[in-house]
């Protein structure tokens, strides 16, 4: 098992919130930038952590803390992460 953050699901939905990606536009500075996308891979890092210790039902219970808009912004950028990586649906 590879070693993640330990967050409590609270603070994960913290994490996603604080990341503050719905204020993300294409003028935005790069450092500010990077730090929002750093923090919300910090948190996907904790979600994934929370998933191997408690199950994919701790991570929906996380999801479900966000508003509709934070979660497809999170989803979104998530997603687009994976793309990058050598994930399978299939396993």
């Given amino acids: 098992m590879t070693d993640r953050i330990v ?3 609270e603070e994960i939905a913290g994490m996603i919130r604080g990341a503050r990606l719905l ?3 294409v003028d935005t500075p790069p450092d500010t930038r990077e730090r929002r996308l750093a923090a919300a891979m910090t948190a996907m890092d904790a ?3 929370l998933s191997q210790r ?3 039902n701790a991570v929906w ?3 479900e803390m966000l508003e509709r808009r ?3 912004a ?3 950028l998530m997603a ?3 793309s990058e990586t050598a994930f399978s649906a299939a396993g």
């Fill in 80 to 82: 687009s992460e994976l």
């Fill in 47 to 49: 979600l994934c952590g």
């Fill in 70 to 72: 934070e979660l497809l």
């Fill in 74 to 76: 999170f989803s979104t």
């Fill in 23 to 25: 204020e993300l536009r």
């Fill in 54 to 56: 408690a199950g994919t």
């Fill in 61 to 63: 219970d996380v999801l």
């Fill in 7 to 9: 967050l409590e699901p």
